[in-house]
């Protein structure tokens, strides 16, 4: 049986869009830093990728979106049940392949519809435009909600690359778009950072940063916080003379040793300038590569028409019983 609901004629995407407006300053970090991994911590400069070292013969990127359809009411049992409120959503990963000289080709794609509520009783929600499966919050709020549904996505991207790193060649990177919690044990797989809202170097190291040219990287460090990995800053091509304009950050698994450290940190360096966004294409460039870029409208298509999702949702809301809930 559907649980009874309610969507909420409000416009799902504002709070989102709020919060993001929020973000102004980075926040300052507790991780634990081991900055002399490559260099000693006093000698950090910017470094030059070693010409011998090739980019990836293979380069697959992984990347997932996610949209809020509606915000609506789920009913606990009981004719005064309390309405407690949800997110219907949607969410979808894909998995993008690079080979130089070649077009980029499309993988995988995973699609999941999501209802994301904290109310203890919610089923799944049957529309005529697919299967809404209940995914339980902490919290009601509309932040917890929407982290729900953000750590849902992580898990689709986790379980695609999984299952496609299992078949790929010894050959390919993979690429994952955001950090590599989760996938620090796949082989030859990168975390790529777009969006900095944590100052994790020092005054000293983070000025290294900002002297990086197109194509330098920093040194290779160690950090700690929930979980290990090692990280690099490299900066794309970008015409903004801003200190950390197209700078973006790159994470690889605790467990390497230095040799195959510095090999991937100058290998991916080499590949990423080539597929670095241009901005009259895409107002995240350069960060948001080419190939990212046509992931995501691809996986926003994959996700089906907004407007036709919503209308099923109302539809199927007016087939269960009907509770009076506030609109705001």
Known sequence: MTTPFTVDPWDPGYTAALNAEALAELDATSAQLDLDVELPAAAWRPITP?????????????????????????????????????????????????????????????????????????????????????????????????????????????????????????????????????????????????????????????????????????????????????AWYVRLPAPSGVPWAGVVRCEAGADLGLDALVRLADSVTHALPPLAGVDYKDPRAPQNLVPIGGLERLLRHRLGDARLLYRALRAAATRGERHPVPVT
């Not at 309390?82 to 690079?98: M, N």
């Not at 995973?110 to 049957?126: E, G, H, M, Q």
């Open 50 to 230: 070693d010409p011998a070292t090739a980019p990836p013969k293979v380069l697959l990127i992984s990347d997932g979106v996610r949209r809020i359809e509606a915000r609506l009411w789920t009913h606990e049992p009981g004719a005064g049940g309390e309405a407690v409120p949800g997110i219907a959503a949607s969410c979808a990963a894909g998995i993008v392949r690079c080979v130089q000289g070649a077009p980029a080709e499309v993988v995988a794609v995973d699609v999941s519809r999501s209802l994301v509520t904290a109310n203890p009783y919610v089923t799944d929600i049957l529309t005529t435009a697919g299967r809404y499966r209940a995914r339980r919050a902490p919290r009601s709020g509309m932040d917890d909600l929407v982290l729900a549904l953000q750590s849902h996505l992580t898990q689709l991207e986790v379980d695609l690359a999984i299952r496609h790193r299992a078949e790929a060649g010894e050959e390919e990177l993979l690429l994952v778009d955001g950090p590599l919690r989760g996938r620090t044990q796949l082989p030859r797989t990168v975390g790529y950072i777009k969006t900095h809202h944590t100052a994790y170097l020092p005054a000293a190291q983070a000025a290294t940063v900002a002297g990086l040219r197109p194509g330098q990287r920093t040194p290779v460090f160690l950090m700690g916080t929930s979980w290990r990995r090692h």
